[in-house]
């Protein structure tokens, strides 16, 4: 069975960094890409980071790119959310899910998903 569970999500001023986690089970990295998603209250859900199957390759959406980054650890069968610089309007719950992504580039969020994570809460105050 698929499973994705995300944590680190929380409270941070603006400007201020946190750190999510995608643990994942059921499946390998070489088998889908791991996508970051968010969305916010009253607002449509948007991707905003992947990570691909092979070559580790990464993407950042416009509105968060130079400030978060996405990353794994083949070892612990984690995928990472490195977000700095946090501003206000990232306010989100914040999903991963298993997508169908060999490569990650421009518009990757019309990949499948095969499976979501429950999301985590992320506040920027300002």
């Known amino acids: 069975e698929v499973q994705l569970v995300e944590s680190g999500g929380g409270l941070v001023q603006a400007g201020g960094s946190l750190r999510l986690s995608c643990a994942v089970s059921?499946?390998?990295?070489?088998?889908?890409?791991i996508g970051w998603f968010r969305q916010a209250p009253g607002k449509e859900r948007e991707g905003v980071s992947c990570i691909g199957m092979t070559d580790v390759n990464t993407y950042q959406n416009d509105p968060v790119r130079g400030r978060f980054a996405v990353s794994r650890d083949s070892s612990k069968n984690t995928v990472y959310l490195d977000m700095n610089n946090l501003k206000p309007e990232d306010t989100a719950v914040y999903y991963c899910?298993?997508?169908?992504?060999?490569?990650?580039?421009?518009?990757?969020?019309?990949?499948?998903?095969?499976?979501w994570g429950q999301g985590t809460q992320v506040t920027v105050s300002s």
């Open positions: 059921g499946f390998g990295f070489d088998d889908y890409g």
């Open positions: 899910a298993a997508v169908t992504a060999i490569y990650c580039g421009y518009q990757w969020e019309q990949y499948e998903a095969v499976s």
